[in-house]
């Protein structure tokens, strides 16, 4: 590890922790761990401590029978293992704190210690229910219901204003607290008792990682604590709704914010765009709290697999990208999963070292140079930040909660699940090749205030919107920025039920329309007009997607797009000394789905007209400048400019750091330790940069 210029570890963590350090109570070794320890000192490796709570011993399911989660179906799962215990549970949580006690008490003084990671990917596990029918959903123990009960009571106070926020479908009134069940199914539909279900479960989690983040500081306050959350396959993996992983609000409750990231679990086709858009989600949840970013866990070496090998077929060139990205995030610790690989599954889990410990991997030694770079400019990159972005995406938990369906094969029409992860990943992905730095805003960031940090806000199928947001996104309008909608915006309200008139939550005034009826089709092919004309698809149509609102238009509002029978297709609207752009068709899932260019360049023109500023974007290219990712970290007086190559051909593009004309700057590749020539011009400071394929680069500016 030392002659690779690793500096961090983590330890006592995933089939190592509690239930080995514990394994009868009260009785502890510590041997093993001390040694470890011990070693990490002798060579300058610092430690994170895994705290271990979701690996429970097994005298604890001896000494607590009913500690286990309970289904819906009120069965307990058949073994007692990683995650199963009740994070309710008093006996539960009594032991986790005595032990983690236990365990900081020991080490936090020890001088290879950095900080700790409470518990490992968190969540509710997601198990196969009986028959492979559908999945089992936690916890319906009867510690978890009394919790559910107090957070609705805290939440309406009353049963009366309960049985008025939450009846549906024939659902009758309760009189009684003790009455009060979650729902025991994923509904077809959302409705207020699933959304006031999951989101008490979101809190819930974040409340039992506050409580394991307290118990720690309260025996060492100075070493940070952090977690690693498990990321899905997109930011609406209907998992992450089940699991109950709400990052914005886990943030909010730790240190620092970990993503685990296992990009060979993703389809080649979803890569240029998925790592980024995760880095960028975590990213943005870290910054709404000051936190830092951590990626506890990152492939080191095609992971995934088993005896028959690999499906990945990451080289290690791709590994080294995934890196070049967590850096280009502004990520401050990156630990590749795993140095060794285990033997406790014919899993392939991926690691430095082969299996035998005697052979590094095709990878290392791009860890070598990575670890050369980071520690010659250690100062710089730990005092960086990502340059402030002027555009937000606007990722509502609740409207993910309220289209969450009933099954997971379900028609598209039955489950928007798809349709919200295609709106979403389609608008990221125009704009991330784009070169536009984007973040990410939920609704609690959104009723704090957040807003006022962005010049533009972009709601891919926002659906669910409570009047709340609705004010605040008419003065953030109002207040001269600008917005981006699309068809069925703001249709339901806060508690998933219909507003009375779409757009609801006063947003009909803010867009300047009221929806007549929907239209349900393949296509829709608009024909844009200025300012948001697109050049590069040959003056084509854009092809609307799956659906079209027809609306009724209010006074004073410009039609800027038609669909081809003449309908207005997209519309703009001022209010107050902003403006609002409606697009009355699925153009955010559109492009995921059909990569057109014209509809990339839209969404570049709205950002440009917006008034969103590019710091560093890219010249001499004619084509495939969008397979080029350009991220912008700044750093005291310097500024880094990270740069990766999606494409499988070598490529030589000239970057553009806007800069002022009238000073001198010196440009430097970090990686490679030399300067690299450049001009300055009358707006920008200019210089070519070599990308070999799949490959990235560093490079630092700063001032003569």
């Known amino acids: 590890m030392k002659s690779l210029g690793l500096n ?7 089939c190592g922790s509690w239930y080995r350090i514990e394994p009868r109570e009260g009785e502890y070794e510590f041997g093993w761990l001390d040694e470890i320890f011990d070693l990490a000192d002798k060579r300058k490796i610092k430690i994170v401590l895994g705290v271990g709570t979701e690996e429970q011993p097994i ?36 032991e986790a704190e005595r032990y983690t006690r236990k365990l900081v008490s020991r080490y936090k003084d020890h001088p290879a210690l950095f900080g700790y990671q409470v518990h490992n990917e968190i969540g509710y596990p997601w198990l196969l229910a009986p028959g492979l029918a559908g999945i089992d959903i936690f916890c319906y123990c009867k510690y978890t219901l009394d919790e559910f009960r107090e957070w609705l009571k805290r939440k309406y106070r009353d049963l009366e204003t309960l049985n008025e926020r939450i009846t549906e479908y024939s659902f009758g009134n309760y009189t009684s ?129 088993g005896i028959l090998g690999s499906p990945s077929g990451d080289e290690a060139v791709d590994i080294g990208s995934y890196t070049a990205d967590c850096i280009g995030h502004g990520a401050k610790m990156m630990l590749y999963q795993s140095w060794r690989e285990p033997d406790i599954s014919p899993y392939r889990w991926g690691s430095l070292v082969s299996r035998d410990g005697e052979r590094l991997r095709p990878f290392a030694p791009l860890v070598k140079e990575f670890a050369e770079m980071l520690d010659k400019n250690q100062r710089t990159f730990l005092e960086s930040r990502y340059s ?76 669910t919107m409570s009047d709340d947001e609705g004010s605040r996104i008419r003065e953030f309008v109002e207040h001269g920025r600008t917005i981006l909608s699309f068809a069925q915006c703001a249709s339901l309200d806060g508690r998933g039920r219909w507003h009375w008139t779409v757009p609801g939550a006063g947003l009909d005034r803010v867009f300047g329309y009221r929806d007549v009826e929907p239209e349900v089709g393949e296509d829709f092919p608009i024909e844009i007009a200025a300012p948001f004309s697109p050049s590069s698809n040959g003056g084509k149509c854009l092809p609307g997607y799956k659906q079209r609102q027809l609306v009724e238009l209010y006074p004073g509002v410009k039609v800027v797009g038609r669909f081809v029978d003449g309908a207005p297709a997209v519309i703009m609207n001022e209010v ?35 008034g969103v500023q590019r710091r560093v974007w890219i010249d ?68 070519e940069v070599n990308l070999p394929p799949r490959g990235y680069a560093f490079h630092s500016v700063s001032k003569k």
């Open 177 to 305: 607290w003790d009455q009060v069940e979650p729902p025991r199914y994923i509904p077809l539909f959302g409705g207020p008792r699933w959304i006031d279900w999951r989101e008490f479960l979101d809190d819930n989690i974040a409340e039992f990682l506050s409580f394991l983040v307290r118990t720690v500081k309260d025996v060492d306050p100075e070493h940070p604590v952090g977690h690693n959350l498990p990321i899905g396959a997109s930011p609406v993996d209907p998992w992450w709704v089940l699991s109950a992983l709400n990052i914005f609000k886990v943030s909010k409750v730790l240190d620092a914010v970990g993503l685990d990231l296992y990009p060979a679990n993703v389809p080649k086709a979803r890569m240029p765009e998925w790592l980024s858009m995760w880095l960028d989600i975590g990213r943005s949840a870290a910054e709404a709290e000051r936190k830092d970013l951590w990626v506890p866990e990152l492939s080191a070496w095609r992971q995934g697999g």
């Open 620 to 687: 001499g290219m004619k084509t495939d400048k969008h397979l080029v990712e350009l991220h912008l970290l700044q750093s005291g007086d310097s500024e880094i400019i990270v740069t990766r190559n999606h494409a499988d051909k070598e490529m030589k593009p000239e970057l553009n750091l806007g800069v002022s004309p009238k000073n001198s700057y010196v440009v430097r590749d970090i990686l490679r330790g030399e300067a690299v020539e450049g001009t300055v011009g009358k707006d920008a400071l200019r210089f």
């Open 59 to 94: 005298w604890l399911n001896d000494k607590y029978p009913d500690v286990s989660l309970v289904n819906q179906r009120g069965e307990r799962p058949p073994a007692f293992g990683w995650h199963l215990a009740c994070y309710d549970h008093p006996g539960y949580r009594r």
């Open 388 to 463: 402030d972005a002027e555009l937000a995406i606007f990722h509502s938990r609740r409207n993910q909660i309220c289209h969450q369906s009933k099954t997971f094969d379900a028609e598209e029409w039955m489950d928007p699940t798809p349709h919200l992860e295609r709106a979403i990943r389609g608008v990221y992905k125009a704009l991330h090749q784009s070169h536009i730095p984007i973040d990410f805003i939920d609704e609690g960031g959104l009723l704090k205030g957040n807003l006022s940090a962005y010049k533009a806000l972009i709601m891919p199928f926002s659906a």
């Open 576 to 610: 107050g000394s902003g403006k609002a752009v409606s697009v009355l068709t699925h153009l955010d899932a559109a492009y995921a789905t059909t990569m057109d260019s014209g509809i990339r360049e839209f969404f570049s023109r709205f950002a440009d007209w917006a």
């Open 8 to 14: 961090t570890i983590r330890t006592a963590e995933w």
